[in-house]
């Protein structure tokens, strides 16, 4: 009997060595992927891992939601399983126990493994509700401007320090909280933000009109800019507690793209800039050129402001599709015989990749999706320039001019 013991007791030892290793590796594989998921990585790249770096707000709280929710729970569940499985597989072989216990069923495991999950998927919903209502809801933020230009409302002023914005929103979504105004300061083209009760105060939050005071009178050549709206997006305090808030109150969109799905490529129209249209099928190999990635490059790249809110439309023509740009955080299916809508604010320049995400038949693979961010002056240009092509007068050419020759004069 005890030499039986003793000569199994030598391969328990080589046994317990070896969890203790595999249990380090796999523990320090998971922090790789944790803060390799936390690596900024712009556009697809090869040998990238993790998400791509974020190029708008939503895609910044989806960020923190996966980094700091999604992540934490997945590497504690597949640890405790994992510890599981080896105790199971240590402590539970058949040299280990020969004598295996009789008894099946335990009520109160069975209530833990039922009821531990609930409580892990609500809170989870916690902070994926609120995520998939930014993305279901086009924002309705409104910018207010001492001087009104076409994308902006103005604001009334009582006195030198205090101004008043109408609470014109619909009733469930009117001003009722700090959180719903913005304010800042714009001094040489540079903005600042003001802090609440600090620099500003607030009066009249749930009636028709707001109150804005500031502490200080603005200063010769500052401008103020006020943002209001319950459409506040972006990566917030996690818990309160923990990061910087870098939320924002999204304004309402000022662009909309009507986005068409059709085997196998895009179909896109800007409804507000005038009657023209364009297909973006794949770019072959050969016209690639040094600026364009291979099977993500599209033969026309859409075009959009930097800063500002597209409304995204999109339908199908005679399968399901789905345009999906994951640095935006939009993934949205394009149905025949329906419209979906979807909307994003690109908060950098540059060209950003996205593909169709549906199923939708042999070259589902091959129908990219470009998208270039530009100034707001470029992305005039480039209007102009498609309308001149589609044989239209241009829309903003002459605008353009006016406020240079104005710039001029002063
Ligand atoms: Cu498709």
């Known amino acids: 009997m005890d030499n039986h013991m003793t000569g199994h007791m030598t391969g328990g030892t080589i046994f317990k060595k070896m969890p203790v290793r595999l249990l380090g590796g796999l523990i320090a594989a998971g922090l790789a992927l944790m803060l390799g998921t ?14 791509q770096e974020a190029a708008s707000p939503f895609m910044e709280q989806v960020h923190q939601f996966h980094n700091w929710v999604l992540m934490p729970i997945i590497v504690g569940i597949s640890l405790l399983v994992l510890a599981l499985l080896l105790i199971i597989i240590f402590k539970f072989n058949s040299k280990a126990n ?39 809801v086009i924002p309705d933020g409104k910018r207010y401007l001492a001087q009104d230009t076409e994308l902006a409302e103005t604001f009334t002023s009582k006195s030198d320090t205090e101004f008043v914005i109408a609470n014109d929103f619909s009733e469930h979504r009117r ?59 972006g990566a917030k305090k996690f818990l309160d507690l923990f990061g910087t808030d ?40 050969e016209d690639l050129d040094d600026t364009s990635l291979y099977l993500f490059e599209p033969t026309k790249r859409i075009v959009v402001p930097v800063n500002e809110t597209v409304r995204i439309l999109t339908t ?23 419209i979906n809508e979807s909307w994003f ?31 707001r002056e470029e992305y005039q240009a480039w209007v102009d320039s498609e309308r001149e092509f589609a044989g239209l007068e241009p829309k903003y050419t002459n605008t353009i001019k006016l406020a240079a ?3 001029q004069a002063q």
């Open 345 to 375: 604010m690109a908060t950098r320049e540059g060209v950003f990749y996205g593909q169709c995400s549906e199923i939708c038949g042999k070259d589902h693979a091959f129908m990219p999706i470009a998208v270039e961010v530009v100034s």
């Open 246 to 285: 870098n939320s924002q109150i999204v304004v309402a969109p000022s662009i909309n793209i009507k986005v068409t799905g059709f085997q196998w490529g895009w179909n896109y129209a800007y409804p507000d800039e005038g009657d023209f249209e364009f297909n973006a099928l794949i770019k072959k190999k």
């Open 98 to 136: 020969p004598t295996p216990a009789k008894f099946s069923h335990n009520t109160l495991i069975e209530v833990i493994w039922t009821g531990v999950p609930i409580l892990i998927l609500l809170f989870v919903a916690v902070f994926s509700f609120p995520l998939l209502f930014s993305a279901d």
């Open 316 to 338: 199908g023509r005679e399968v399901i599709h789905s345009w999906a740009l994951p640095v935006f955080g939009v993934k949205i299916d394009a149905v025949p015989g329906r």
């Open 38 to 51: 936390g690596m900024a990585v712009a556009n697809p790249v090869d040998g990238g891992l993790g998400l």
């Open 175 to 233: 001003l009722s909280s700090k959180d719903h105004v913005e304010v800042f300061v714009i001094r040489n083209g540079e903005r600042r933000e003001l802090t609440y009760r600090k620099e500003f105060k607030l009066s009249g939050l749930k009636t028709d009109e707001v109150t804005i005071a500031l502490t200080e009178p603005l200063a010769a050549g500052e401008e103020l800019e006020i943002i209001a709206g319950r459409s506040r997006v």
């Open 405 to 407: 020759n104005a710039d």
